[in-house]
C-alpha cells in the first residue's frame, strides 16, 4: 500500500515540483488547494484533490480523519501581503491550526514538514566569520521574515516534541518560478541592473533539489521538531546569476547600478501605486532589504548527515535547466 501524503499549496511554484516527486516517488498524493487554484498542471500527479478550511481545527481533524495521511507537508503560505497582519493570519495562524489538527486527530501521522524560509533568520554581515546555521539568532528584515520566524517559535513552544520537520530554504529557482523571473525577462531586455555597489554573498536552491530533501524530511527524519537551512551549499557573488543567464542564452546585457536612494523612491512610487489595488508588486520598500542584504550563506551540514540531503544542481546546472525551460515555454 502507498504511504499517503497531504501537501498544501500543491498549485504552487514549490507545490507543483513537490507534487510531481512524491507522485513519481510512488505516494497517493492528496493535494490541498483553494477552489479557485488553477490546478491543471498538477491533475496528472494527484489522486485526490482536497479544499481545507484552515480557519478550523475541528474541520481540518475531520478532514485528516476521513483520509489518514502518515505525512503532511505544508508548503502553502503568503510571501507577501497587503498587511503584516494578513501574513500573521495565514503563515502563523492557519499553520497552528493545522498543526493542532493534525496532532489530536486518531491517525498515524509519521511526521509533518513545515516549510518555512531563511527569511525566518535574516541575512548576516559580509565579513561573518561563519556562516549561518541552525542556531542562529532571529534577525528577520521583512513582514515575510517575521511571520515565518513567529510560525518557527510557536510550533517549538506547543510542539516542541512532536515528529516535525522545519526546512528553511534560500532563494528558491527554477521552472514556473515568477519572482526572479522578472529579473530574468529584464536581462532578456538587455538590462543588467544592480541596487549600490556593495558585494554580497547569495545562496539559491534548485526547486527540484528542495523537493527532494522535503521528501526526505518524510521518510528519513526521526524524533521530535528538528530544522534544517537549505542551500546548494555554494556562495555565489552578486553577478554569478546574470552571468549564467548571458552564457546559457547567449545574449549580452548592459550592466548598470542604480542608486539606493533611487530604488528607494521607485519603491514607494510602486508602493503608493498600488495603495488601493488588491495586487502587489514585485518591488517594495521593505523588499529592499532582502535584496540588498549582505550575506545569505548557509552551513548545510545538519541536512546533509540526518536527511541524506545531496544537491544535484549548482547555480549554472540549475539555471541552465531553468532557461531552457523558460525558454521553451515561451516566458522568454
Same mark, same amino acid.
Given at each position: 500500500?502507498?504511504?499517503?501524503?497531504?501537501?498544501?499549496?500543491?498549485?504552487?511554484?514549490?507545490?507543483?515540483?513537490?507534487?510531481?516527486?512524491?507522485?513519481?516517488?510512488?505516494?497517493?498524493?492528496?493535494?490541498?488547494?483553494?477552489?479557485?487554484?488553477?490546478?491543471?498542471?498538477?491533475?496528472?500527479?494527484?489522486?485526490?484533490?482536497?479544499?481545507?478550511?484552515?480557519?478550523?481545527?475541528?474541520?481540518?481533524?475531520?478532514?485528516?480523519?476521513?483520509?489518514?495521511?502518515?505525512?503532511?507537508?505544508?508548503?502553502?503560505?503568503?510571501?507577501?501581503?497587503?498587511?503584516?497582519?494578513?501574513?500573521?493570519?495565514?503563515?502563523?495562524?492557519?499553520?497552528?491550526?493545522?498543526?493542532?489538527?493534525?496532532?489530536?486527530?486518531?491517525?498515524?501521522?509519521?511526521?509533518?514538514?513545515?516549510?518555512?524560509?531563511?527569511?525566518?533568520?535574516?541575512?548576516?554581515?559580509?565579513?561573518?566569520?561563519?556562516?549561518?546555521?541552525?542556531?542562529?539568532?532571529?534577525?528577520?528584515?521583512?513582514?515575510?521574515?517575521?511571520?515565518?520566524?513567529?510560525?518557527?517559535?510557536?510550533?517549538?513552544?506547543?510542539?516542541?516534541?512532536? !515528529?516535525?520537520?522545519?526546512?528553511?530554504?534560500?532563494?528558491?529557482?527554477?521552472?514556473?518560478?515568477?519572482?526572479?523571473?522578472?529579473?530574468?525577462?529584464?536581462?532578456?531586455?538587455?538590462?543588467?541592473?544592480?541596487?549600490?555597489?556593495?558585494?554580497?554573498?547569495?545562496?539559491?536552491?534548485?526547486?527540484?533539489?528542495?523537493?527532494?530533501?522535503?521528501?526526505?524530511? #518524510?521518510?528519513?527524519? /526521526?524524533?521530535?521538531?528538528?530544522?534544517?537551512?537549505?542551500?546548494?551549499?555554494?556562495?555565489?557573488?552578486?553577478?554569478?546569476?546574470?552571468?549564467? @543567464?548571458?552564457?546559457?542564452?547567449?545574449?549580452?546585457? @548592459?550592466?548598470?547600478?542604480?542608486?539606493?536612494?533611487?530604488?528607494?523612491?521607485?519603491?514607494?512610487?510602486?508602493?503608493?501605486?498600488?495603495?488601493?489595488?488588491?495586487?502587489?508588486?514585485?518591488?517594495?520598500?521593505?523588499?529592499?532589504?532582502?535584496?540588498?542584504?549582505? /550575506?545569505?550563506? #548557509?552551513?548545510?551540514?545538519?541536512?546533509?548527515?540526518?536527511?541524506?540531503?545531496? !544537491?544535484?544542481?549548482?547555480?549554472?546546472?540549475?539555471?541552465?535547466?531553468?532557461?531552457?525551460?523558460?525558454?521553451?515555454?515561451?516566458?522568454?
Amino acid at each position: 500500500m502507498k504511504s499517503k501524503v497531504l501537501i498544501t499549496g500543491a498549485s504552487g511554484f514549490v507545490g507543483f515540483h513537490l507534487t510531481e516527486l512524491a507522485a513519481l516517488s510512488q505516494f497517493e498524493v492528496h493535494a490541498a488547494v483553494r477552489k479557485s487554484s488553477k490546478v491543471e498542471d498538477i491533475e496528472p500527479f494527484v489522486d485526490k484533490f482536497v479544499y481545507p478550511n484552515f480557519e478550523s481545527v475541528a474541520d481540518l481533524k475531520a478532514l485528516l480523519e476521513l483520509h489518514k495521511y502518515d505525512y503532511i507537508i505544508h508548503a502553502a503560505a503568503l510571501t507577501r501581503a497587503k498587511s503584516e497582519d494578513e501574513l500573521i493570519k495565514v503563515n502563523v495562524g492557519y499553520s497552528l491550526n493545522l498543526l493542532r489538527a493534525a496532532f489530536s486527530a486518531a491517525i498515524n501521522l509519521k511526521r509533518f514538514i513545515f516549510v518555512g524560509s531563511l527569511a525566518a533568520i535574516g541575512p548576516i554581515a559580509f565579513n561573518a566569520s561563519l556562516p549561518i546555521d541552525e542556531s542562529n539568532a532571529y534577525k528577520p528584515v521583512t513582514a515575510y521574515g517575521r511571520s515565518k520566524r513567529q510560525a518557527e517559535e510557536a510550533i517549538l513552544a506547543e510542539f516542541a516534541h512532536a !515528529p516535525i520537520s522545519i526546512i528553511r530554504p534560500t532563494a528558491v529557482y527554477g521552472p514556473k518560478e515568477k519572482d526572479l523571473y522578472v529579473l530574468f525577462k529584464t536581462l532578456n531586455a538587455g538590462l543588467d541592473a544592480y541596487i549600490g555597489d556593495n558585494p554580497q554573498k547569495l545562496s539559491f536552491i534548485y526547486v527540484k533539489d528542495l523537493a527532494q530533501v522535503i521528501l526526505n524530511a #518524510c521518510l528519513l527524519d /526521526n524524533g521530535p521538531a528538528q530544522i534544517y537551512n537549505i542551500t546548494d551549499g555554494n556562495s555565489y557573488g552578486r553577478y554569478e546569476m546574470a552571468d549564467i @543567464f548571458q552564457a546559457v542564452l547567449a545574449k549580452k546585457a @548592459f550592466r548598470i547600478h542604480l542608486p539606493l536612494w533611487l530604488v528607494k523612491k521607485v519603491a514607494q512610487g510602486f508602493e503608493f501605486a498600488y495603495r488601493n489595488s488588491a495586487n502587489i508588486p514585485v518591488l517594495y520598500p521593505e523588499r529592499l532589504n532582502e535584496l540588498t542584504a549582505e /550575506n545569505w550563506i #548557509c552551513n548545510i551540514d545538519k541536512a546533509k548527515e540526518r536527511l541524506n540531503f545531496k !544537491p544535484n544542481f549548482d547555480l549554472k546546472a540549475g539555471l541552465s535547466e531553468t532557461l531552457n525551460w523558460y525558454k521553451k515555454n515561451k516566458w522568454l
